[in-house]
């Protein structure tokens, strides 16, 4: 199993700022994912990073926006930048077990833009 | 692209009853996630299939490559049951597709 911290567990923004999230992993994985779940909505894949390469972006999400780091095989952030109101959810970072598949996820950090 | 969907979105019960959440995918996955989120957003996977049949406790997960469906029922069903239960196709190195959810209340 895999234990997923992140920071910051919720915050509330002003528009046009941007606001970096944190995750950390208490093991070392390949790939780590990150995923939006909007108001009242199902979770929607944002982009998938890999250690040492560009993170892969699913349509309709683009690096200017959601620019993310994975400087290790532990540690992972996406920054949301240049916030409007409709950036409103919870953003949660997962991984998958490296021998069984599993998917484990971080507890989300809700965001609120004002 | 893979498209998931669920039935029912939503569901009340009373508590002891016996509950099936459907899922159906439309193109060849992976693997098929199960997943249950409790209120305040977090996010804990029930099971993880394949092929054929897992049971945990009082879950037990189904699944039918050929009809490329999916079924989580749970036996005995109690209030402390309630949550949003996900089921999600993919994974490996392309990340999960998400179904919407099924809402689930069992009331005492």
């Known amino acids: 199993s895999a234990v997923i911290s992140q920071k910051p567990s919720r915050d509330i923004c002003q528009r046009g700022t941007s606001l970096t999230i944190q995750c950390q992993v208490d093991s070392q994985v390949t790939m780590m994912f990150w995923y939006r779940q909007q108001p009242g909505q199902s979770l929607t894949l944002i982009a998938t990073?890999?250690?040492?390469?560009?993170?892969?972006?699913e349509s309709g999400f683009v690096i200017d926006k959601f620019p993310i780091s994975r400087p290790n095989l532990t540690f992972s952030t996406l920054t949301v930048s240049n916030m409007s109101p409709e950036d409103s959810s919870i953003y949660l970072c997962s991984v998958a077990g490296t021998i069984t598949g599993e998917q484990f996820f971080g507890p989300g950090t809700r965001l609120t833009v004002l | 692209k893979n498209e998931v969907e669920q039935s029912p979105q939503n569901l009340t019960a009373q508590e002891g009853e016996f509950i099936t959440i459907n899922c159906s995918y439309s193109v060849g996955i992976s693997a098929l996630h199960w997943l249950q989120q409790h209120p305040g957003g977090g996010i804990v996977s029930l099971f993880m299939?394949?092929?054929g049949k897992k049971k945990h406790g009082r879950l037990i997960a189904t699944i039918n490559i050929q009809e490329k469906h999916s079924s989580l029922h749970i036996t005995a069903s109690h209030p402390r049951d309630s949550a949003v239960y996900i089921c999600a196709g993919g994974g490996g190195a392309d990340g999960l597709t998400f179904g919407k959810g099924t809402h689930l209340i069992i009331q005492p």
């Open positions: 299939l394949s092929s």
């Open positions: 990073a890999n250690q040492g390469s560009e993170a892969t972006y």
